[in-house]
């Protein structure tokens, strides 16, 4: 085997390029960096930056590194952690990879008959030595690597510098590699980590594309050309990140969830775009699927299954866990008891009434925010939600929870092949867009919710409460509306699916009936919306066309329903909260 190679950095930077390099290694856990493992790009060839600190001056605008720590081979020929990158054999074109490159064994041997000088053999030096010969042919460097990497079998991902050519070309097949976007010029990464706080978008290649790092001046393309495994141009989505430095208002954590929602889709992305979700958690995809959760985690749950059952085929219950019976558990489900906090007293209750009354279980996959909580310890595997925190709000944890089961249900669709590519790849690609949406939504939110504020709180004075309906995929986050409204307002809200008002709750609706409609993101209204107009009520529609009170649906349908409600129906409930809130009835909401 070629050997297992770790995480690497790759940039063109022409002012702060060791800054960036060394940055990106520190954040991959490589504190210590002592330059060992950097190669810059030189006029005549590749510049192994040798022991100490990265502070010499650079050659050059572009650079790779790998983290120390990772696998490879030293001059003297023996695998250590601080070995120096491959290079070729005249010194002219460098490799850094990660991943294993499985018949560079084979490889390295035919290399060797036709002289080149291999001190290893593993994936990264195969390469450089593979492009060396393409590059002699009179191949441009970015042909040469894709004709070379034709030649490998296995997974990796890689970055390449040649001397004579101002460009780094970066490729992957069946391991991550992203890309970060800022003025300051483009960044990657096999680790979506390393990129924190040094760009302000990413974007993942898909299997086979090639990425240019250039030089030219033209700016248009920010110095990054993107061909797919058909060598065409393409434009990848880019998700938006938010930096670090910049720490969010008090009070306004739009830019904090857009980040946190950033990380979690990069951290998950790349199992979720290859189907190994569920190998990755350690569980067999499942058959039946039975989901235990209280309040806000509930609603995620409801949003969830439908994306199991639509995409991964798998057959789906929710149950709210202070209702749950054991009776209904059957052998050998999949449990996912999703609780943010990790110590929610029903949802261990309904764990221990299904373990008194069968006396065993079938796999349990928890969903939380608190890997070493209680609930956690009880777990087959764990879904770290890993951004959100102990002092997230009811609609931060939702939407995060929503996003885990987005994950197991296209890595399920993914697995089975339930669904052919033109299919599946653009809900990757919508997938990749939402940390962006949400932070325009909440932007919009801010300027209408301000204005409809005054006129709610009048209507409310005067009224019990207020309605939430929606329907489909936005039903679900309807209900989390209504909950969010509820707890910060601390006026009665109640929540309805739309194409059920007829049936009793519409003779309730009367002239200035405080009524919340959540669309879909359809392009059509929610006939509801005529219905009860009809009879007088105050409707505020959150939808994508301009009638609706909060236009904050950029694209629509999506399976997993209209995120940007819940951010955009969170900030009228703030507004909404700031003058009734006391302190004897805060207007915080709980999160279990």
Do not use: Y
């Amino acid at each position: 085997m070629g050997g297992h190679v770790g995480a690497f950095v790759a940039a063109r930077r022409p002012r702060d390029l060791l800054d960036v390099l060394s940055g990106g290694l520190h954040r991959l856990g490589d504190q210590g960096c002592d330059g060992s493992g950097v190669v810059l790009l030189g006029p005549d060839r590749v510049v192994r930056h040798g022991r100490g600190r990265l502070t010499h001056p650079s050659p050059g605008p572009f650079g790779i590194a790998r983290a120390r720590g990772t696998s490879g081979t030293g001059d003297d020929g023996v695998p250590g952690q601080d070995a120096p990158l491959p290079v070729d054999c005249t010194s002219k074109v460098a490799v850094v990879h990660e991943g294993t490159v499985e018949n560079a064994p084979e490889i390295s041997a035919l290399l060797r008959a036709r002289g080149h000088r291999l001190r290893s053999g593993d994936g990264g030096e195969v390469v450089a030595h593979l492009v060396e010969e393409e590059l002699a042919l009179g191949w441009d460097l970015s042909a040469a690597v894709r004709i070379s990497t034709g030649r490998l079998r296995g997974s990796w991902a890689l970055a390449v510098l040649a001397a004579g050519h101002d460009r780094l070309v970066l490729t992957a097949r069946g391991c991550p590699l992203v890309v970060g976007f800022d003025a300051a010029g483009p960044v990657a990464s096999s680790e979506f980590a390393a990129l924190a706080g040094c760009c302000d978008a990413v974007g993942f290649l898909h299997d086979d594309d090639l990425v240019e790092f250039h030089d030219g001046h033209d700016g248009h393309d920010g110095g990054v050309r993107w061909f797919d495994h058909h060598e065409r141009p393409v434009h990848r989505p880019r998700t938006r990140t938010a930096r670090p430095p910049r720490p969010p208002a008090p009070g306004d954590p739009a830019e904090a969830q857009a980040g946190a929602v950033a990380r979690q889709i990069g951290e998950w992305f790349p199992a979720v775009r290859s189907g190994t979700v569920w190998e990755r958690l350690g569980l067999p995809v499942p058959e039946r699927v039975r989901f235990l959760a209280c309040g806000s985690a509930r609603n995620a749950a409801d949003a969830a299954a439908r994306v199991l059952r639509r995409f991964g085929g798998i057959d789906c219950v929710v149950t709210a866990a202070s209702e749950h019976d054991p009776e209904s558990t059957r052998p050998g489900e999949t449990t996912i008891a999703c609780s943010p906090s990790g110590e929610t007293a029903a949802v261990l209750s309904a764990l221990d009434a299904d373990a008194a009354h069968r006396g065993g279980r079938g796999p349990l996959l928890v969903v939380t925010d608190a890997p070493g909580s209680p609930l956690a310890r009880r777990a087959d595997a764990v879904l770290d939600l890993g951004g959100p925190g102990p002092t997230a709000d009811a609609s931060e944890t939702f939407t995060a929870q929503v996003l885990a089961g987005v994950f197991l249900g296209l890595s399920a669709a993914v697995s089975r092949a339930r669904w052919p590519r033109a299919v599946l790849s653009p809900l990757l690609e919508e997938l990749l867009a939402v940390p962006e949406a949400l932070h325009l939504a909440a932007d919009t939110a801010d300027v209408v919710a301000h204005d409809l504020a005054p006129r709610l709180a009048a209507r409310l004075a005067t009224r019990p409460g207020l309605l939430v309906v929606g329907r489909g995929a936005a039903l679900p986050h309807a209900a989390q509306a209504a909950l969010d409204l509820g707890e910060l307002t601390h006026h009665w809200v109640q929540c309805h699916p739309s194409g059920e008002l007829e049936h009793g709750l519409l003779a309730l609706v009367g002239p200035g009936t405080p009524v919340v409609v959540v669309e879909d993101g359809a392009p059509a209204p929610d006939p509801v919306v005529h219905e009860v107009s009809a009879r007088g009520a105050d409707v505020l529609r959150v939808g994508r066309d301009g009638g609706c009170a909060f236009p904050v649906l950029r694209s629509g349908p999506h399976p997993w329903g209209p995120l940007e409600s819940t951010v955009a129906l969170r900030r009228l409930a703030h507004h909404l909260a700031a003058p009734a809130a006391t302190p004897a009835t805060p207007a915080t909401p709980v999160t279990v």
